[in-house]
Structure formats: C-alpha cells, structure tokens
C-alpha cells in the first residue's frame, strides 16, 4: 500500500529565511506527488503537483518542490519564507489510475517568527 | 458561494445518536470526496463520487458510515449510532473531472464533536 512519510511535525523558521520541508513516500509504481497547505480555519489549498516530466515544479506563493526518484522525496521548498506561511503542510501521493483518492502525510505545522 | 460547502461548521452530537453532514461542491464538477481529519491520524480518505456512484467505498470506517449523493451535486455524510472516536473535521473535496491529478478543491470541513 502506499504512504507518505513527513518526518517533521513542526518546523519553527524565521521570516525571511529559506524553507524545506520533507516528504517521503512509498509506492510501486509513478507516483502523483502533491503539496497542500491549511491555512487556520481555511480548508485545503493545493500547492503543486507533480505527473512526470521536469522533476522540478513551480507552485503558487513561491513554493517549489523537486521529485527525486532515487530518494522517493518531494520536498517543498521556498526561499523567503513570509509571515503569512505560517500552515500545516501536508503532501500527498495519488495512484496513477483507476482512482485518485489521495494518501496523505500527517503534516508539518509551520511557525514563522519574526 | 463559488467554493466547496459544508454545513454544518460544528457539530457537536451525543454517543449514540445519528448526524447527517452536508457537502455542496462547486457546481459542475462531477467528482467529490470525502475525507476524515482526525488528531494523530491526518487525513484520511473516506469515499468519492463520480457522478452518483462510488466505485470505492474502502475507505469508509464501518458500516456504521454511509454516504448519497444526489443530482451529481450535493453530498450527505451519515454516521450512524456516533461514537466519542468518530470526532474529527471532516472534510469534502469536489474537481470537475475525473481523473488523477485533476484539482480537488475542499471546503472548510465539519468539526464534529460526539460527547
């Protein structure tokens, strides 16, 4: 079955400072690799995305994630973080057909101090 | 609204009784979904529509948990018999197609509470 691993339960960074968060996941075959973030009391807003191709994706609010198939990671990146960042995380893997019912990570609470 | 709805926002039920939670998804998508946020548990998939029917039930706890959707739209979440462990939000996802990969928009879910 698969799974998604995000070994960091919280992660304190300062404003301005770069961000990584990790995500690892377990599956057999491609996987459909997704970031999502929760904003307090907002529901779940996709990040990215990744099907295939340039293992680096662009998402929205300067995140980034890279695909490395030799780690089965999808790390989510920014290089400024802002106060306004301040989230739970959660990655996510999809199977690649049949259905898209997503498998996600336990999360990364995010906190930005000033 | 133009986003995903759900009502109610909070719920809060004796053991034993029956709730009923009500996902209205963006009009004209043909997909949605149901997910349990629970504390230590994440997120966890409950059921998805396409159309009327849900070719996957799996993901639903028990026979205790049912879920309709009618006129390709609106969704209701029923949990019979509710126990102290079916507290969590529970979320609804809605895409307008089928698909891996394709957008799921959720709404701000339902905080259930069973006392």
């Known amino acids: 079955a698969q799974s998604v691993t995000q070994p960091d339960i919280h992660i304190t960074v300062s404003e301005g400072a770069s961000l990584e968060l990790r995500c690892n996941y377990s599956y057999g075959a491609t996987p459909y690799l997704f970031w999502y973030v929760q904003s307090p009391g907002q529901g779940l807003q996709l990040l990215l995305k990744y099907f295939s191709g340039d293992t680096l994706v662009q998402g929205i609010k300067g995140f980034e994630a890279e695909f490395k198939r030799s780690q089965s990671s999808f790390n989510l990146r920014k290089p400024s973080v802002h106060w306004s960042d301040a989230a739970e995380y959660f990655c996510?893997?999809?199977?690649?057909?049949?259905?898209?019912?997503?498998?996600f990570g336990t999360g990364t609470r995010l906190t930005i101090i000033p | 609204g133009a986003g995903v709805s759900q009502s109610p926002s909070n719920k809060v039920t004796e053991k034993g009784k029956d709730v009923e939670l009500r996902c209205d998804p963006i009009?004209?998508?043909?997909?949605l979904y149901w997910y349990r946020q629970s504390l230590g548990q994440g997120l966890e998939f409950l059921i998805y529509f396409q159309g009327n029917s849900a070719p996957d039930k799996s993901g639903l706890p028990s026979d205790r948990f049912s879920a309709e959707r009618t006129g390709g739209s609106v969704s209701t979440l029923t949990i019979q018999r509710t126990q102290q462990e079916d507290s969590a939000v529970y979320l609804c996802a809605s895409s307008p197609e089928w698909g891996v990969g394709t957008e799921a928009f959720f709404g701000q879910g339902t905080r259930l509470t069973v006392v």
């Open positions: 996510a893997v999809a199977h690649n057909f049949g259905n898209e019912k997503l498998t």
């Open positions: 009009s004209g998508h043909t997909a």
